[in-house]
């Protein structure tokens, strides 16, 4: 077939297939393009595996991850400096993987980079991402990893990296830090199996101690692999600084920081670390800290007259030294939406956050108007409202929930700068509770017992332990419903699931947020009663959880105001001793407790026949009794909580909850009055895992 010029290999490659055509006689097109077609189509096919393979390429034979990856993240920019012999030189220093963001490297530079380490025998890892910041929630990552054999997913924080690591499809999580430090504070994650990827910050040629510090985490758990992360052509240096710590043999032990380290940066670290007394963190200087225009906690964000020096207390709060004004909040409050109060008032009837609060709660005075100065001792609440009320889902109890208000970020102005272990005080304000150091808490005291069937989540606890509980007002009318209980059952049943899990034998690192949220929300309440709150007092199934959370702190942090705190309480109004018809000695004392009469008072001495109404037994049975077990019992759990608690009726009472059998009560009930519960039968908690952790450990 006659030819004006051959075919070529590049026009092949190039795909150019009209470019091809045309080099040939006219007689010839038809016979090419038919040649061609076939070889077009196994090229578009082999691109289309070639980008799936390469979420997972380098270990295609097992199709298993190494036991430890030691990886180099790198952009288009930095890519294009890594040629074989660069790459054979990170493979000889121990790196095995290349990883490889879609987001900032593409088509033929990605390609081209995947030949060359598939030379050098480095896996070349590309992880998934529906958002420009990473993957959130499982659903996502499911849908991201769905169609692919291996998949490695980009998280949006460390938050939500032990989640996704436990995603169904998800074979391994990766999360970008900002440096050293924040890749060593890892060490204790809670994920399956996480890939840090930690900027060269500091460099490791001048200050090398962060990253043996961080490369020594990383060996020593199993679930922390390290990559450090290059932008550009011109980190090479720093590379070649960190290669040479890798090659160490025998590191010399790490060495403390020169000096203080800074606070974390806005956002938080992604962790709790587990501060002691043998290892309590330097406080830093006014000089080394941030000054910031503006905060942002949790949505809201607080906008100052002028920059101020910002820090974080322990859970993530934070804190201002000095006298600070605020000119903006965002969301901004107007029309009774989006309220702030300064120091919440130890009063339990009015709220100042949202004026479609129940009951004729609102009140507008509480609500600061803009600027506001705080000095130190003020807390500033500020709040975001609901769209719709009863729009949102309760937590541990699924109905609509009539709270206007959806979550809550606290400031806190401070005389001087904190060290990054200390608590909040409570958001009363006026200095009422001091500050306190997780250094201090008496981890020692938590039992380390083996897990019982239906354990819930520890990273559910903390999500929802994290931010503030404010929990002034009665009836929970103003609770921030996103992720705070508003009826005080809830509550009781979160605190004691906590107190529970915080009883097992999971390891200081994991159990470290809960542990200091719980503590938090311990400390917040007891600055209510100390400052004059009237507490939380018996009325059905309001009233109770509180004591228990004072008294976890107080026993945590050993701070004898807090282990007898002030105030009155549902649980121990509502228990007695007594002589009751069914023979118990420990008794349910009443809607209002033994404080009450006729039908919201005690009843249980008395015949069904004779009680004054059926409002007691009700909530007996419905709202406090299966609530109250999971506190009981870690409260028996945890050395010294029982007898803080001082009084003894409310663990008897729990006692016989649990081992009396009232099926012949139930039908002596129903003969008498007509009413059946045998939907809510003793001998049983609210929650399963309560009830086997009873059947474990005290029945």
């Not at 040939?24 to 038809?30: D, E, N, Q």
């Not at 600070?324 to 009837?349: E, F, H, L, M």
């Not at 909850?657 to 099926?663: F, K």
């Amino acid at each position: 077939m006659p030819r004006r010029r051959s075919l070529g290999s590049k026009a092949l490659r190039s795909h150019r297939y009209k470019a091809a055509v045309r080099v040939l006689t006219p007689a010839c097109r038809r016979t090419a393009l038919a040649a061609l077609v076939p070889l077009l189509a196994a090229a578009s096919l082999a691109s289309a595996r070639g980008s799936e393979a390469a979420l997972w390429s380098g270990d295609r034979a097992s199709g298993r991850l190494p036991a430890a990856l030691w990886g180099v993240d790198v952009d288009a920019a930095a890519a294009r400096t890594l040629g074989p012999k660069r790459l054979r030189a990170l493979r000889s220093a121990g790196i095995n993987a290349i990883v490889a963001d879609p987001r900032r490297l593409r088509g033929k530079t990605l390609a081209g980079l995947r030949r060359r380490a598939a030379r050098a025998r480095l896996l070349v890892l590309v992880p998934r991402s529906v958002r420009r910041k990473g993957i959130r929630s499982a659903g996502a990552a499911r849908s991201a990893c769905r169609g692919v054999g291996r998949c490695v997913v980009l998280a949006s924080s460390a938050r939500t990296a032990p989640r996704l690591s436990r995603t169904a499809g998800v074979d391994l999580v990766a999360l970008h830090v900002g440096g050293a430090a924040a890749a060593a504070r890892l060490q204790g994650t809670r994920a399956r199996r996480l890939l840090v990827l930690a900027k060269l910050v500091p460099s490791p040629r001048g200050n090398p101690e962060p990253w043996r510090r961080a490369i020594a985490a990383s060996r020593a758990s199993r679930a922390l692999d390290l990559a450090v992360a290059l932008r550009g052509a011109g980190s090479g240096a720093a590379l070649d600084a960190y290669l040479a710590l890798l090659r160490e043999k025998n590191p010399p032990p790490p060495q403390p920081p020169p000096g203080p380290p800074p606070p974390p940066p806005p956002g938080g670290t992604g962790g709790v670390p587990v501060y002691t007394k043998d290892n309590p963190p330097p406080t830093p200087t006014l000089a080394q800290l941030p000054k910031l225009s503006s905060v942002t906690k949790d949505g809201i964000t607080w906008t100052f007259s002028e920059p101020e020096p910002i820090g974080q207390f322990i859970n993530g709060d934070y804190w201002v030294v000095g006298n600070a004004t605020v000119t903006s909040i965002s969301p901004a409050p107007a029309n009774g939406r989006n309220g702030s109060v300064k120091n919440i008032p130890p009063d339990d009837s009015n709220s100042g956050f949202d004026s479609r609060t129940s009951s004729n709660r609102y009140e507008a005075s509480l609500s600061v108007s803009l600027p506001v100065t705080i000095v130190p001792g003020d807390s500033l609440v500020s709040s975001i409202s609901v769209d719709t009320v009863g729009s949102a889902r309760r937590w541990l109890f699924d109905t609509s929930a009539d709270s206007p208000v959806k979550t809550i970020s606290i400031l806190t102005s401070v005389s001087a700068p904190l060290p990054p272990d200390a608590f909040r005080p409570s958001y009363v304000g006026k200095g009422v509770t001091p500050i306190s150091y997780s250094r201090n808490l008496r981890r020692d005291f938590l039992p380390k017992l083996a897990a019982v069937a239906s354990l819930p989540s520890l990273s559910e606890y903390e999500a929802h332990f994290r931010r503030p509980w404010v929990d002034n007002l009665m009836f929970n009318f103003d609770n921030p419903i996103e992720y705070m209980p508003d009826y005080s059952r809830e509550i009781a049943r979160a605190v004691g699931m906590a107190g529970l899990q915080l009883s097992l034998s999971f390891t200081a690192e994991q159990k470290e947020p809960l542990l200091v949220y719980l503590t938090q929300y311990g400390i917040d309440v007891y600055g209510l009663v100390k400052a004059g709150h009237p507490g939380w007092p018996a009325h059905g199934g309001h009233g109770s959880g509180r004591k228990f959370a004072i008294l976890f702190a107080g026993t945590m942090l050993e701070v004898p105001g807090m282990k007898s705190p002030p105030g009155r309480f549902g649980e121990d109004m509502q228990t007695m001793m007594g002589s009751g018809w069914t023979g118990a000695a420990a008794l349910y004392a009443g809607h209002y407790g033994s404080s009450g009469s006729g039908q919201y008072g005690p009843y249980e001495h008395l015949q069904p026949s004779a009680w004054p109404g059926l409002l007691g037994e009700d909530y007996r049975r419905c709202c406090t009794s299966s609530a109250w077990i999971g506190e009981a019992l870690a409260a028996r759990l945890i050395p010294g909580m029982q007898s803080a608690w001082n009084h003894a009726p409310f663990f008897a009472y729990t006692d016989r909850w649990m081992t009396e059998d009232d099926t012949q009560a139930l039908a002596t009930i129903k003969a008498q009055r007509g009413k059946d519960y045998s939907g809510f039968k003793q001998r049983k908690a609210w929650d399963a895992f309560v009830t086997n952790m009873w059947k474990a450990y005290r029945g």
